[in-house]
Structures are given as C-alpha cells and as structure tokens.
C-alpha cells in the first residue's frame, strides 16, 4: 500500500486479534478517503478532555472544570461549632 499523506497511519480499529494491521482494511480505507478528497470532503478530527466524569469539546470548559475540581479538594472540610 503506498503511503498516503492524506491518511497517515491505519485506525486503531483495524488492528486484529493477533496485534497487526488488517491491510485490507487500510487500504480500503485509503481509497475512500482519497474518493472524498476528490469530492472536497475534509477530515476533520475532534479533541475531547476528560474531566473525571465528564466529557468537554471545549478545552477551556474542562480547565475551568478541572479547576473546580482541583478546589474542592484543596478546601479544608468544614468545621462544627460546638459550644
């Protein structure tokens, strides 16, 4: 399969049960995302942060969560006023 500038590197998903790349697979792969280049279609990758349960596409959302979170385990629990 000749290497393509377009597609780097074969999925994760394509890698089978004994840990090696289905080269069938790439190159079927290969060839329909030169088909959707020719047509002008974009790959376009989406990053995702993890901030313990949750998900954001934002990475400002998730820093301003992780903070939060970083807080709240900094804050000293809360003291009982007996007296």
Request: net charge negative; hydrophobic share 35%; charged share 25%.
């Amino acid at each position: 399969m000749t290497q393509d500038t377009f597609l780097p590197r074969c999925h994760p998903h394509m890698i089978g049960e004994e840990g090696r790349v289905d080269l069938g697979q790439c190159e079927a792969l290969a060839a329909d995302m030169a088909e959707l280049r020719e047509m002008g279609v974009i790959l376009t990758l989406v990053g995702s942060y993890s901030v313990g349960p949750y998900r954001y596409s934002n990475l400002a959302d998730a820093l301003a969560q992780a903070r939060i979170q970083s807080a709240e385990r900094k804050e000293p629990p809360p003291t009982s006023s007996e007296g």
